[in-house]
């Protein structure tokens, strides 16, 4: 009689149905579970990533500019005869400074004397110094090249190098 009822217990559709739907209910609620711990990872990453993305503010860009101060480092002059390198002088700063002040003048001065100049910034990385047009390269904010190039005849000039530094 016992062997019976437990086969109709198998065979009984409502019991299997009911252990189908227990399964069922702890696999769903294993997933809500795995789901919100999930979730919480991610809204704790998300919001990591957020208060770190909003701590390290970026410096604004700072565009490179010829004004102020500088220390003249390196002078160098390479002469060239019918387009040919002839000779190349190269000479330290020696205390010289350019100081290309806003008022568009530059103070040139040395240990023993100084002098001032009317400048202005050109199109095209150039800068007008009293006359004189330079050639701006390289310019960054702790460093600049002016290049000049002097023409006597043709075939015949020299080039000036003069090596800025802040």
Request: one cysteine or more; proline letters at 3%.
């Amino acid at each position: 009689m016992q062997k019976l009822q437990i086969a109709n217990m198998l065979t009984d559709n409502s019991i299997i149905n009911t252990l189908f739907a227990t399964v069922v209910w702890y696999l769903k609620q294993s997933f809500q579970t795995i789901k919100k711990i999930n979730m919480k990872k991610l809204l704790a990453i998300s919001l990591l990533g957020l208060i770190l993305f909003t701590a390290c503010k970026k410096d604004p860009a700072v565009e490179p500019s010829l004004t102020g101060k500088w220390n003249v480092e390196t002078i160098v002059t390479k002469e060239y005869e019918n387009g040919v390198l002839i000779n190349t002088n190269t000479e330290q700063g020696d205390g010289f400074k350019y100081d290309f002040q806003t008022n568009g003048n530059l103070l040139i001065t040395s240990f023993l004397n100084g002098s001032s100049h009317p400048y202005s910034i050109l199109p095209g990385s150039k800068v007008d110094i009293d006359g004189d047009i330079f050639e701006i390269r390289n310019l960054t904010a702790s460093q600049v090249t002016l290049f000049f190039r002097q023409d006597y005849v043709p075939g015949e000039y020299d080039d000036l190098f003069i090596n800025l530094k802040k």
